[in-house]
């Protein structure tokens, strides 16, 4: 059977109800599908990353506009037994560790659609030790989305990704990025904690970064831009800073109307699958342009299992 029905069957069935997802819902909804193909698909070894891929490719989208921004979230599994990709993960949503699954996203936007690129599950060795650490998914992530063509306005992230490496790597390919800093970067030679700033960016240097940066404080925090014109504001750097609020707005669709968070199988690799189609289902709702995706959740609702 065609890969293409699973992943519809279960993308609408996860948008289809608002309790808790099973397999089972497939089956009662789709005839030609029960809920143990959809569970053994989903067990099946399959590359979702080149499932991802050639959506993207199938899309007619100028990729020459719009942003590309990373960040993570923690898949919540307070409960997990035995599934390969649960740690303890600090979640700031919580403000403490917990057990969950590290999902990190590299999305592009151009304010109207919002397209994943490239995702993955954080995963260690048999001795503990990252497989790939997130700073190298980031330059990883952005060097594939290049190759397929994407060439970003800008390039936005939170101060744990403003690695030396990565800023150091998108000025060299000419890429502009507006970031978050930690507080205790040196800049021109003075920790940011330790300067005053005027109510506009400063020119200089960060320590280990070969090229000049724009940075700013802004409500106890720093930001920092390798835009170096000069004539560049606070508030102009911010603003294009908070464009990455949209992966904010990702993961949180992703969790309250596609289960995120509900798939239990102990592999890996059914989690990564799962992912994928969480995503698929999502794109679905966002396809329905003239609703928000919560009034499209409701129209799948009342077109597959009649709420009213």
């Known amino acids: 059977m065609n890969n293409n029905i699973f992943?519809?069957?279960?993308?609408i069935s996860l948008l289809s109800n608002n309790g808790k997802f099973s397999y089972s819902q497939t089956g009662e909804m789709f005839s030609k599908v029960s809920s143990y193909q959809a569970k053994r698909w989903l067990d099946k070894d399959w590359d979702e990353q080149k499932e991802l891929e050639k959506y993207i490719t199938s899309l007619n989208i100028d990729w020459s506009k719009g942003w590309?921004?990373?960040?993570?979230?923690?898949?919540?599994?307070?409960y997990a037994k035995n599934i390969e990709c649960v740690y303890w993960q600090y979640s700031s949503k919580n403000g403490n560790f917990i057990q969950g699954i590290s999902l990190t996203v590299l999305l592009w936007c151009d304010g109207k659609q919002n397209i994943p690129i490239k995702f993955m599950v954080y995963e260690k060795d048999e001795n503990g030790k990252p497989i790939k650490t997130k700073n190298e998914f980031a330059i990883e992530s952005l060097k594939y989305a290049l190759e397929l063509g994407i060439r970003p306005n800008k390039v936005c992230f939170d101060s744990k990704y403003a690695s030396n490496n990565l800023l150091n790597w998108l000025d060299n390919n000419k890429l502009t990025y507006y970031s978050q800093l930690q507080s205790n970067r040196s800049f021109n030679g003075k920790q940011l904690k330790m300067r005053r700033f005027q109510p506009y960016s400063e020119l200089g240097m960060l320590k280990g970064v070969g090229h000049k940066v724009n940075v700013t404080k802004h409500c106890n925090r720093y930001y920092v831009t390798n835009s170096t014109e000069n004539h560049i504001t606070s508030q102009q750097i911010v603003k294009e800073y908070r464009v990455r609020w949209k992966?904010?707005?990702?993961?949180?669709?992703?969790?309250q109307l596609c289960h995120l968070e509900e798939c239990q199988s102990q592999r890996t690799t059914t989690q990564k699958h799962y992912v994928y189609v969480c995503m698929r289902a999502l794109l679905l709702l966002e396809k329905q342009n003239q609703r928000s995706v919560y009034e499209a959740k409701k129209y799948f609702q009342q077109k597959f299992i009649g709420v009213k």
């Open 7 to 11: 992943l519809r069957a279960i993308a």
């Open 68 to 78: 590309l921004m990373i960040d993570d979230t923690v898949i919540e599994k307070p």
């Open 247 to 255: 992966i904010e707005v990702l993961f949180r669709n992703l969790k």
